[in-house]
């Protein structure tokens, strides 16, 4: 007669390695436990342990939207000459610039805090970024003429307010500047 | 069917082929370290980061450009010199996946400080190295069950964060994260059939709530592969379905966390010598 394969459970699993090899079951029991302890613990995380939980929290249409706009040589880039990888090469730069100043002071309050909690050292230096629109203008200057392997005359980069409403997004006046949005 | 050497030197082959094609893709985008030549890099909330951070190897990067080109060779020829290690000598295989976990963790934490991809879709390039580094047939067979509860709480968990975070009772949701996730898209090209699809969802918060309604379920169903291994070729299917529709709707790439796969499909496969644990 043909025998029946046994069950899956996850804790059958965790028996039979518990019989096979103890070390490798010690691993796996600290890994589950790293693991279950950031997403109940939220916030910080400690790599291989993430949260996934991307767009879980509830985000409803909001009345006005700040957008990213890079003009070379007075024309709008579009994102649709461009991939979903090539376009966040062109944005993500400017969104990490922006958030420089939230960036800093998560390194200020949280990093030092609970880096001296664990009695780690750490070094303003290897993580600060000065918010230096000027250097930064220069730097992404280049790396655009790098990754569109075009000659750039002019470029604006600005964060433009874009108002929802009839189901649509639209300009407003409202616009930010490169140095306005790192201070 | 019980799981045998063969077995494993498939997985090994279709990891290499896996990762390989996706090299392929992301040089054809520019992704390569060098050919990115990022200017600057962020602060995730990251234990493990911070303690890179302080050896301060992310701005000895930044500083050195030519170390980048180093850093992708090290990084894409690992899994090449760890397949001729293999099939040349088991014991040098180990020492070879060794070097590629290292390695594929510094790459890894540096490559995704800079503006590229998030870490978490980086996870089968650095758990899967652990499970090259055994030469035991059964403790190969834990590991690939041990990475297949991974991937199955990953799924799991993005689904229960939909739940507790009360994203999956918002009507309004999936219109909420069009709008946040293509704002760029649809105010640099508006009237492209693209922005038209999106602002229709939008427009349709009923259909796009419905869409991310019944991406939360099937997330949740993953759980399902913790009872049993049955249904793990329509797990496959729904991944890859998932993997499609996120190119599809939110613009965001997944294909790194293609090797999972391989998890799935080798799990029908049984432990050697089942007998003696079931006795």
């Known amino acids: 007669m043909r025998r029946q394969n046994p069950p899956h459970f996850s804790f059958m699993f965790l028996k039979k390695l518990y019989r096979h090899n103890k070390w490798l079951f010690l691993l796996m029991i600290l890994f589950i436990t790293g693991q279950l302890f950031i997403n109940f613990k939220r916030g910080m995380v400690v790599s291989p342990f993430y949260h996934y939980g991307m767009y879980s929290e509830v985000m409803k249409p909001n009345l006005v939207y700040g957008v990213y706009e ?25 969104k990490y610039f922006h958030a420089l100043d939230s960036m ?8 030092k805090r609970l880096m001296s909690a664990l009695n780690l050292k750490t070094d303003d230096r290897k993580f600060i970024l000065p918010c230096n629109a000027k ?41 930010s500047s490169l140095a306005q949005l790192c201070k | 069917m019980q799981i045998t050497t063969n077995h494993r030197k498939q997985i090994t082959a279709w990891f290499c082929i896996i990762f390989y094609v996706l090299m392929i893709f992301k040089w054809i985008d520019g992704m390569f370290l060098y050919q990115l030549q990022p200017i600057l890099y962020n602060i995730r909330f990251d234990l493990i980061t911070w303690n890179l951070m302080h050896t301060g190897l992310h701005q000895l990067l930044l500083a050195n450009r030519s170390v980048f080109i180093i850093f992708d060779i090290l990084f894409y020829s690992l899994p ?14 180990t020492i070879a996946a060794g070097i590629m976990l290292i390695v594929n963790w510094i790459y890894i934490q540096c490559y995704t400080l800079f ?9 089968a390039w650095l758990l ?17 069950h041990g990475l297949r509860y991974f991937f199955l709480f990953f799924f799991a968990s993005a689904g229960i964060w939909k739940l507790v975070q009360y994203g999956a009772f918002n009507p309004e949701q999936m219109s909420g994260v069009l709008l946040f996730q293509h704002k760029e898209f649809l105010t640099s090209s508006p009237g492209t059939s693209y922005s038209n699809f999106i602002y229709w969802l939008i427009s349709h918060p009923t259909i796009s709530y419905l869409l991310y309604l019944c991406g939360a379920i099937i997330e949740i169903a993953f759980l399902i592969g913790f009872l049993t291994k049955k249904h793990d070729r329509w797990l496959t299917a729904v991944f890859l379905t998932f993997l499609c529709f996120n190119v599809l709707i939110m613009r965001i790439h997944y294909w790194e966390m293609t090797p999972f796969l391989l998890v799935l499909f080798y799990s029908k496969y049984s432990f050697p010598d089942e007998r003696r644990y079931f006795s």
């Open chain 1, 104 to 111: 800093n002071l998560l390194y200020q309050t949280d990093v």
């Open chain 2, 80 to 93: 090449l010199i760890y397949l001729f290690a293999f099939r040349a000598k088991p014991g040098a295989a």
């Open chain 1, 135 to 175: 250097l930064f203008y220069k730097q992404y200057k280049n790396y655009l003429i790098h990754i569109l392997d075009a000659k750039i005359d002019t470029l604006d980069i600005s964060y433009r307010m874009y108002s929802f409403t009839g189901n649509r997004l639209k300009p407003t006046t409202q616009v």
């Open chain 2, 115 to 123: 503006p590229t991809n998030s870490i978490e879709s980086y996870n």
């Open chain 2, 128 to 144: 899967f190295p652990v499970l090259f580094m055994t030469t035991n047939i059964k403790n190969f067979y834990f590991l690939l």
């Open chain 1, 70 to 94: 890079v003009e070379v040589d007075k024309v709008l880039l579009q994102a649709n000459n461009f991939s979903a990888q090539q376009w966040d090469k062109i944005i993500l730069p400017i």
